[in-house]
């Protein structure tokens, strides 16, 4: 009895401090290591400072060789499919050049490289705007490795972050998704009526030393890593390829490149 | 100091009648809740903190585990003892205490606390509500 009530009031000591001030928790908790709860990373999870990836376009002629990784990513996300349009959520989606590259398109573009189909997602800006726009700090970059990821349950659906996502990346549930979900996978929660959402880059997935889903859907055709590690897979194919990222000059320098 | 009567007689009527509820259902108490551990939870033996803390903090701690999951992208949790567990709601507390229906709801109907962990979070007992 005695032992619990006094982990009980440490834990209370504890939560004020955190509360207070972060810094003065992290030293508490290293400081107390062996005695007082602490959180860690997963011996397995995958470490960077900033995840990027590398869309090798070339690899894709139509649009129904998109399918399986679209399909990876709703699968393990629980996207609802909507009949109606307006409701759509999407996370990973195919569009046309025009579309993902509307500042760069030359005249007498190559028609091939034009017709191709073009994966899109959450860019993961270094700078992002969204994050710079969400009164509740719901949405924001996380220092660890760069994601910029969602707080769910802080997401008062505002939408101010859509409105700021140059990329239309954000979707937003006006209806409750889970009827609209075609197969559940009750190992990821779903979202609720009102919530914004988008790509999260598979955090849950990277914690278990796993590749993005689309990543390991598409068959070597998307690349995945750190981009500040000059020795990681996506700076090798930077190196040796021109690529090219979407509305670059406005300066929200994402993390999705596009080998053309 | 005529209306000495009328006066004690009116708050007496204001008192009855103010505490209405309490001797409306005097003797009517809910039974208090008892919620049932599952096979798996008993085998275990022991939650991630001690049983009364759990009773007490477990959306204190719940609200930590998804700071520190969300936010810090630390999913691992070691306890006091050193035991260590993957902060999930979903997949760690639910693997344990699988029917929500006999536990998590027993209380929070009892105390009338509408969660909305169930709005995204999915109970795995039933799967689809
Ligand atoms: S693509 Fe849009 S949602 Fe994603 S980080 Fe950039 S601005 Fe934010
Ligand atoms: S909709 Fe949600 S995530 Fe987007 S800005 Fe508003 S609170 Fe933030």
């Keep these: 009895m005695d032992s619990s009530r006094r982990s009980v009031l440490k834990f209370f000591g504890l939560t004020a401090l955190g509360l ?47 399918e ?98 140059p990329f239309g990346s954000r979707s937003f549930n006006f209806r409750d998704p889970r009827p609209f979900i075609p197969e559940l996978n009750k190992d990821y929660p779903t979202r609720m009526k009102g919530v914004v959402e988008k790509c999260n880059f598979c955090a849950e997935r990277l914690a278990k ?23 990681s897979e996506v700076r090798k194919l930077l190196r040796e390829n021109y690529t090219i990222r979407r509305k670059q000059s406005l300066g929200t320098e994402p993390c999705v490149y596009y080998i053309v | 100091m005529n209306d000495k009567k009328y006066i004690l007689g009116g708050l007496l009527i204001f008192i009855v009648l103010f505490a209405f509820p309490f001797w409306f259902n005097l003797g009517k108490a809910a039974p208090a809740p008892n919620p049932v551990l599952s096979e798996k939870a008993k085998a275990a033996g022991k939650c991630v903190m001690p049983t009364e803390f759990m009773r007490a903090e477990h959306m204190k701690l719940l609200g930590m585990w998804r700071r520190s999951v969300v936010r810090h992208a630390k999913r691992e949790f070691i306890n006091p003892e050193g035991k260590q567990y993957t902060m999930s709601l979903q997949n760690t507390c639910l693997n344990c205490h699988d029917n929500k229906a006999k536990f998590c709801d027993k209380c929070h109907d009892y105390a009338s606390v509408d969660v909305y962990c169930w709005d995204c979070h999915i109970d795995k007992s039933k799967g689809e509500e």
Aim: hydrophobic share 35%.
């Design chain 1, 68 to 165: 399986p990784i679209i399909e990876a990513c709703n699968k393990a996300h629980n996207i609802p499919q909507f009949e109606n349009k307006n409701h759509e959520i999407k996370w990973i989606w195919e569009t046309e050049y025009h579309n993902a590259f509307p500042q760069s398109p030359n005249r007498f573009l190559s028609e091939e490289a034009e017709q191709r189909p073009y994966l899109v997602l959450c860019n993961h800006c270094e700078n992002p705007p969204c994050c710079r726009a969400c009164p509740t700090q719901a949405t924001f970059k996380r220092e660890s490795d760069g994601i910029v990821i969602m707080d769910f349950h802080r997401c008062i659906g505002c939408r101010f972050c859509m409105a700021a996502c």
């Design chain 1, 209 to 231: 030393g796993l590749e993005p889903a689309c990543v390991e859907a598409s068959e070597g055709a998307i690349v995945f890593g750190d981009l500040y590690d000059p020795e």
């Design chain 1, 20 to 66: 207070a001030s972060r810094p003065v928790f992290n030293a508490f908790a290293t400081e107390h290591g062996h005695s007082a709860m602490h959180f860690e990373k997963g011996a397995k999870a995958l470490k960077a400072k900033q995840w990027a990836m590398v869309i090798d376009t070339r690899k894709f002629e139509s649009a129904d060789e998109l």
